[in-house]
Nanobody, 111 residues
Framework: QVQLVESGGGLVQIGGSLRLSCEAS????????IEWYRQAPGKQRELVARINTLGLPYYTAVAKGRFTIFGDNAKKTVFLQMNSLKPEDTAVYYC?????WGQGTQVTVSS
């Protein structure tokens, strides 16, 4: 079993920044393959970014140029640095590894 715990969400103004953390534990030996998703009210859950199986970052269109994913393998923790936040970034952000999900952390971007 793998446990994922997200933290770092909150209320931020337009243009602000947040850093989300995903701490993994259990039967996981590398942060490669950990992904960040988000789900806005009334919308489907969507992929934001991942650390691929080679340990390289991958970004979807919603994240490119504004978000950075990176991690600490020793601490089994993956971060999502989010800059230049917009109201449309408001969502619950989830950490995923294989079939395992965290409980999510709320990000609200307000004017």
């Amino acid at each position: 079993q793998v446990q994922l715990v997200e933290s770092g969400g909150g209320l931020v103004q337009i243009g602000g920044s947040l850093r989300l953390s995903c701490e993994a534990s259990g039967s996981i030996f590398s942060i490669n393959g950990i992904e960040w998703y988000r789900q806005a009210p009334g919308k489907q859950r969507e992929l934001v970014a991942r650390i691929n199986t080679l340990g390289l970052p991958y970004y979807t269109a919603v994240a490119k140029g504004r978000f950075t994913i990176f991690g600490d393998n020793a601490k089994k923790t993956v971060f999502l640095q989010m800059n230049s936040l917009k109201p449309e970034d408001t969502a619950v952000y989830y950490c995923n590894f294989d079939t395992h999900w965290g409980q999510g952390t709320q990000v609200t971007v307000s004017s």
